[in-house]
């Protein structure tokens, strides 16, 4: 119940491609869904999150899309750059329960 | 702003001695304030959950006893490893919650290495 499922473990995308992870959870209970990207040596850093009132969020080339009857949900980079080379997390917690649950990670890798 | 430092950045121990990580919340009062551990190639584990003035919530296979964390006030958690043996050597990071809002924001974490 408290899974959240993340995949592709890695991905290398083409400098200027789209690259696109994906979540998948159980717990109903969830309303808050943030991903973080980490860089090697370095904390998680807050990238971008949703609640599920909306479908779709976007900031700069970062989109998260939400579809709530599916449980799922995913991070779009557009005009990916190889600065966007990093691990990124999806993660999932409720309203009155402030731990995360993160999915494992997916290391991107964007060729120059 | 939400800012999360985390002092020291990496440390070296001996064997069997103890080395304090502090965390601190630079521009918001945290609430909560997390622990966690991460090791190479792997996703973050929750080591425990501390509210300011009162006692930490540990997970499941995390033994309090070696892993003291003191959240002292809404703005520093500390974490204590005692006796540190090599398996503890591990990348150590902390985050904070602001208060009334869900999001958690992480420390650039501490690389412990115990020879």
């Known amino acids: 119940q408290q899974q959240v499922k993340q995949s592709p473990q890695s991905l290398i995308v083409q400098k200027g491609g789209i690259s696109i992870i994906n979540c998948a959870y159980e717990n109903t209970a969830f309303d808050y869904f943030p991903w973080y990207q980490q860089f090697p040596g370095k904390g998680p850093a807050l990238l971008i999150a949703i609640r599920p009132d909306v479908s779709e969020k976007k900031e700069g080339r970062f989109t998260i899309s939400f579809n709530k009857s599916a449980k799922q949900f995913s991070l779009h980079i557009m005009d990916s750059q190889p600065g966007d080379s990093a691990t990124y997390f999806c993660?999932?917690?409720?309203?009155?329960?402030?731990?995360?649950?993160f999915g494992k990670g997916t290391m991107l890798l964007v060729s120059p | 702003g939400a800012v999360v430092s985390q002092h020291p950045s990496w440390v070296i121990c001996k064997s069997g001695t103890s080395v304090k990580i502090e965390c601190r919340s630079l521009d918001f009062q945290a609430t909560t304030m997390f622990w966690y551990r991460q090791f190479p190639k792997q996703s973050l584990m929750l080591m425990a959950t501390?509210?300011?003035?009162?006692?930490?919530?540990?997970e499941q296979g995390v033994e309090k006893d070696k892993f003291l964390i003191n959240h002292a006030s809404l703005t520093l958690s500390t974490l204590t490893v005692t006796s540190a043996h090599p398996e503890d050597s591990s990348f150590y990071i902390c985050?904070?919650?602001?208060?009334?809002?869900?999001?958690?924001?992480f420390g650039p974490g501490t690389r412990l290495t115990v020879t």
């Open positions: 501390s509210n300011e003035g009162s006692k930490a919530t540990y």
């Open positions: 985050s904070a919650n602001p208060r009334g809002g869900y999001e958690q924001y």
């Open positions: 993660a999932a917690t409720f309203s009155g329960y402030s731990t995360l649950t």
